[in-house]
């Protein structure tokens, strides 16, 4: 099992920059989700998705852009990059992701992107 | 909105201390909760998770933690900590109408041999 593969690992943008963050799961999990990490602050949660065509707003969304096309895949877009999306990523995905589902999230390794 | 704090940003300990990490969280409602730990350079990994009866949980490692549901906390607890277990560990609250899984800032723990 790949489990939740990320790509790429590294990136480096300029400002106004635009680029996605692939995240591909072969789990069948209905949940995805998209955090960043920064120092101090923990994991922040983007975006998430319940399921296939179904995606909602965490706490940080704004600058961010997702899709749920098939249940395999939840790419996360930047649209225009600015230095203050300069974190890292992780994409997780769990079975339910739901109250009471019993399963954790499986995280990726992660996508360290700079925006100078 | 809801949210979880963790109260402690770095802890530095001595091998064999005891060790117990503050997480309070803030829906009314039912949550899960669930510590996660993140060992240097790598992702995270869940310790242990509680959904529903016994307040103590046991995870792996020798971790454990408790709901208290009055004081709306979730505290995690190792009665020994080694050198292995420096990791940066999160506290992660779901609540029932929001489908969100919330991390806390996280906790810094630095044990010394």
């Known amino acids: 099992n790949a489990g939740v593969t990320q790509t790429p690992k590294f990136q480096v943008l300029k400002t106004g920059q635009s680029m996605t963050l692939q995240c591909a799961q072969d789990m069948n999990h209905e949940y995805m989700s998209w955090y960043r990490q920064d120092p101090g602050m923990g994991l922040r949660l983007i975006h998430y998705?319940?399921?296939?065509?179904?995606?909602d707003q965490g706490e940080v969304p704004n600058g961010y852009n997702v899709s749920r096309s098939t249940t395999e895949d939840f790419p996360l877009r930047l649209l225009s990059a600015a230095p203050s999306q300069t974190s890292v990523y992780f994409c997780?995905?769990?079975?339910?992701?739901?109250?009471?589902?019993?399963?954790?999230?499986?995280f990726g390794n992660g996508t360290r992107l700079t925006v100078t | 909105a809801q949210s979880v704090s963790q109260h402690n940003h770095h802890v530095i300990l001595s091998e064999a201390a005891s060790l117990e990490l503050g997480c309070n969280y803030s829906y009314g409602g039912t949550v899960n909760l669930f510590w996660y730990v993140q060992y240097p350079g790598q992702h995270l990994q869940l310790l242990l998770k509680y959904f529903s009866g016994d307040p103590l949980v046991k995870g792996i490692k020798g971790f454990e933690a408790e709901f208290i549901k009055s004081k709306f906390s979730f505290n995690l607890r190792k009665p020994s900590v080694q050198w292995s277990d420096t990791a940066e560990y999160f506290c992660?609250?779901?609540?029932?109408?929001?489908?969100?899984?919330?991390f806390g800032q996280g906790t810094t723990l630095q044990v010394k041999p």
């Open positions: 997780a995905s769990s079975y339910g992701g739901t109250l009471g589902d019993n399963s954790p999230l499986h």
């Open positions: 998705s319940v399921g296939a065509g179904i995606t």
């Open positions: 992660a609250v779901i609540s029932g109408n929001t489908g969100k899984l919330i």
